[in-house]
T-cell receptor, first 113, second 116 residues
Framework: SQELEQSPQSLIVQEGKNLTINCTSS?????LYWYKQKYGEGLIFLMM?????EEKSHEKITAKLDEKKQQSSLHITASQPSHAGTYLC?????????????FGTGTRLKVLA | GAVVSQHPSRVICKSGTSVKIECRSL??????MFWYRQFPKQSLMLMAT?????????EQGVEKDKFLINHASLTLSTLTVTSAHPEDSSFYIC????????????FGPGTRLTVT
């Protein structure tokens, strides 16, 4: 079965610093999604990537999908306390003729003011 | 955008009782819905895939007799935790897939279950 591994598991950065979170898949990615989650709350959709080499940006967050479609990175520029939370990558995983949706292991981000 | 609701948002029940959680797609039809559980400081774990009009498919290690899933219509799936125990306390999230495309999947806000 497909697995998504995120690194690092947790991250503490000073406000204003840049940071990168990685998501590595054991198999080819069919749609890679990035979400943010505050503890005990629902998911906030950030971005979706489908094509190899694709890159998308929204405000200070940029996500990329590598050419081989097995790894994605999420980069935050000039981090702010509002960026704190858990970041999850998700992907469609082929399963018995259909697709199910799985999540990465998660990265907890803390931004120090 | 499409909205998925969950009810209740929080529930506290006594050990041994059953509790039902509803997941509704409000403005689209969902042939497939997914149920996840999340323990503190952990990621979301897929529990089961719910297909309208057919039996749910459970992930390995998930007890289907304990977590009953019913997907009676294109807009409603329910998860019933039977004979709940404190170890069932968790955050449960559902998601619904738009029948038009597999890439459009929307998540509910989650249900916090506490079993005392």
């Amino acid at each position: 079965s497909q697995e998504l591994e995120q690194s690092p598991q947790s991250l503490i950065v000073q406000e204003g610093k840049n940071l990168t979170i990685n998501c590595t898949s054991s198999k080819t990615l069919y749609g890679l999604y990035w979400y943010k989650q505050k503890y005990g709350e629902g998911l906030i959709f950030l971005m979706m990537l489908q094509k190899g080499g694709e890159e998308k940006s929204h405000e200070k967050i940029t996500a990329k999908l590598d050419e081989k479609k097995q790894q994605s990175s999420l980069h935050i520029t000039a981090s702010q306390p509002s960026h704190a939370g858990t970041y999850l990558c998700g992907s469609l995983s082929p399963d018995s003729g259909t697709y199910k949706y799985i999540f990465g292991t998660g990265t907890r981000l803390k931004v120090l003011a | 955008g499409a909205v998925v609701s969950q009810h209740p948002s929080r529930v506290i029940c006594k050990s041994g009782t059953s509790v039902k959680i509803e997941c509704r797609s409000l403005d689209f039809q969902a042939t497939t819905m997914f149920w996840y559980r999340q323990f503190p400081k952990q990621s979301l774990m897929l529990m089961a895939t719910s297909n309208e009009g057919s039996k749910a498919t459970y992930e390995q290690g998930v007890e289907k007799d304990k977590f009953l899933i019913n997907h009676a219509s294109l807009t409603l799936s329910t998860l019933t935790v039977t004979s709940a125990h404190p170890e069932d306390s968790s955050f449960y999230i559902c998601s619904a897939r738009d029948r038009q495309t597999i890439y459009e999947q929307y998540f509910g806000p989650g249900t916090r279950l506490t079993v005392t």
